[in-house]
């Protein structure tokens, strides 16, 4: 098994190794859903962000006495993150 690093790396090198070892698999296609997990893996972590600081927002608000209704748009549960990352493997 091969290190993903290695092969992010190293590409063009093990594309010719694979090729003259006549071995089946597509390292074009691995590339490129590299590329989309790593996209994904970014988005997600950008809505975690945005849920933490929405929550210390809230928070602050609730300890202040504030209202909090403005924030419900903003503040994503976590089983909504959940579902975004559903729907984007999906579609």
């Known amino acids: 098994m091969l290190d993903i690093k290695l092969l992010r790396s190293n590409f063009e090198e093990i594309k010719k190794a694979l090729?003259?070892?006549?071995?089946?698999?597509?390292?074009?296609?691995?590339?490129?859903?590299?590329e989309d997990r790593r996209k994904k893996l970014a988005e997600v972590e950008e809505l975690?962000?945005?849920l933490n600081l929405s929550s210390k927002e809230v928070a602050?608000?609730?300890?202040?006495?504030e209202d909090i209704s403005d924030l419900y748009p903003i503040a994503l549960s976590p089983g909504t993150i959940s579902?975004?990352?559903s729907t984007n493997k999906k579609g």
């Open 83 to 85: 579902s975004m990352v």
């Open 19 to 34: 090729s003259a070892r006549n071995e089946q698999f597509d390292l074009d296609q691995f590339q490129v859903l590299d």
């Open 60 to 65: 602050k608000r609730k300890k202040a006495g």
């Open 48 to 50: 975690k962000n945005r």
